[in-house]
């Protein structure tokens, strides 16, 4: 593919674009008007959820440090540890 998203889906779009008039024309000539409807309809819901499918789900943002973490990291000594674990001020 040559781009992000369907840019470079062309062919594939074609391919499945023929195969529902395929399957359309082929109910036609079986059933008539009625059976190529519902294999229209068919196809148009399988390919909603073979699109629903391949759409990645959306993952909610990390949430942004809290006060109260901010101030621990704020506080923490040359080491990385926080000091308020060796009960002495920073910077000593």
Do not use: K
Not at 50 to 73: C, G, K, N, Y
Request: hydrophobic share 50%; aromatic share 4%.
């Amino acid at each position: 593919m040559s781009g992000p998203g369907w840019s470079g889906a062309g062919r594939e779009i074609l391919v499945a674009a023929l195969l529902i008039v395929t399957l359309t024309a082929a109910a036609w000539m079986i059933g008539g008007a009625p059976a190529a409807g519902l294999v229209l309809l068919i196809c148009v819901a399988v390919s909603l959820i073979a699109l629903r499918a391949m759409i990645e789900p959306h993952e909610e943002p990390a949430e942004p440090p809290t006060a109260s973490t901010s101030a621990l990291q704020a506080r923490s000594s040359d080491t990385g540890a926080p000091a308020r674990i060796f009960n002495r001020p920073p910077g000593r």
